[in-house]
């Protein structure tokens, strides 16, 4: 489609005999002026059809109908932020929610600032990426570790292409962010945490203050910890401490209870290769069913194995069944022990 308007950069009052031309109204006007910025680049339509997200925007893409609501009352308040990509198409480095409002209004095309100088520099690309989101959107604790994660890559990439970056990744990544360089390192210890942790923590459920206590844990005894936060419990960083201190009382009382049954494994496993030797060794089964009657064994054994866990649960009532099922379990608990 023909270009809405086309401005490159220039300075002082050309930029405004150059918007006048055109025939903007001045909040236009000052709007073409905020988004020329430092780098070169080309405002216009682009259809649709030849816009595509980025694959890098690991950033939440929600409440679309509610901003298609708010377009088509009060229109666009920002172009999308796009460059150019592969033959005849455009990625979008911002702008994404914005891009599937107006798809949703049957758009045919959207105002799009091109960055033509991102067209072969993917790196660049999602840094700007990042740094975008950063700057229009209330990030969450989560999505800013996320942030800084993935800065931390794309900035030691550049260093090993041989390209040159001003002062220390840390601080790039804090100008990135529009943060300090310590809350950097602060929302860096969010990337060490447990899956379980960190899901306690978007929930709101641990403070971003009690990370520290928890960051500097093992993954093995950041579980621990999780056990230990009852439901609906905050945990705050006293809280964290308190369960800390807990948590070094009791593990070697835990830890014997795993070395326990990492034992019983063990001689499950050599009760295994003996039934297995003997299997081998007898005339009584055919070669070909080895294998299969192999599977058996170590499928009856684990079952051994889960059955004698599952009682063990029962009788610390860390686990509740019925009447009914607790003498099925014993039952197949003691029929298998007959075999093995």
């Known amino acids: 489609m023909p270009s809405r308007f086309n401005l490159k950069k220039r300075a002082g ?86 891009f599937m409002a107006l798809k949703i209004l049957g758009r045919i095309s959207a105002p799009c600032k091109v960055e033509e100088d991102l067209k072969d520099n993917d790196i660049d690309a999602e840094i700007k990426l990042i740094n975008t989101n950063a700057k229009t959107r209330q990030l969450s604790d989560i999505e800013k570790a996320k942030a800084i994660k993935r800065l931390e890559v794309l900035y030691k990439n550049k260093k090993d292409k041989g390209i040159k970056i001003k002062g220390r990744i840390r601080d790039n990544i804090a100008s990135d962010l529009g943060i300090s360089g310590i809350k950097v390192e602060r929302l860096n210890k969010i990337n060490k945490l447990t899956p379980g942790l960190k899901e306690a923590l978007e929930r709101n459920k641990i403070s971003a203050s009690a990370v520290g206590q928890f960051s500097s844990m093992d993954a093995r005894t950041q579980k621990a910890m999780l056990s230990l936060i009852k439901n609906g419990e905050f945990v705050d960083t006293k809280r964290a401490k308190k369960l800390k201190s807990e948590w070094e009382k009791t593990k070697d009382k835990l830890e014997a209870e795993v070395s326990i049954l990492e034992n019983e494994n063990k001689l499950q496993q050599k009760k295994l290769k003996r039934a297995e030797k003997k299997l081998l060794n007898s005339s009584l089964k055919p070669a070909k069913g080895v294998e299969a009657d192999r599977s058996v064994i170590e499928n009856n054994a684990a079952i051994t194995i889960a059955a004698k866990m599952l009682l063990g649960l029962v009788g610390k009532k860390d686990l509740e069944v019925s009447d009914k099922n607790l003498n099925e379990l014993k039952k197949l608990k003691n029929m298998l022990e007959t075999i093995f």
């Open 13 to 98: 009052s050309d930029i405004a005999d150059s918007i006048n031309k055109v025939g903007l109204s001045i909040d236009d006007n000052l709007k073409a002026m905020d988004d020329i910025g430092s780098a070169d680049f080309i405002v216009r339509d682009i259809e649709i059809e030849k816009i595509i997200p980025s694959v890098r925007n690991f950033f939440k893409v929600d409440d679309i109908e509610d901003l298609a609501e708010d377009i088509k009352e009060n229109g666009l308040s920002h172009n999308l932020l796009v460059r150019p990509f592969g033959d005849s198409k455009f990625e979008i480095i911002s702008g994404e929610r914005r």
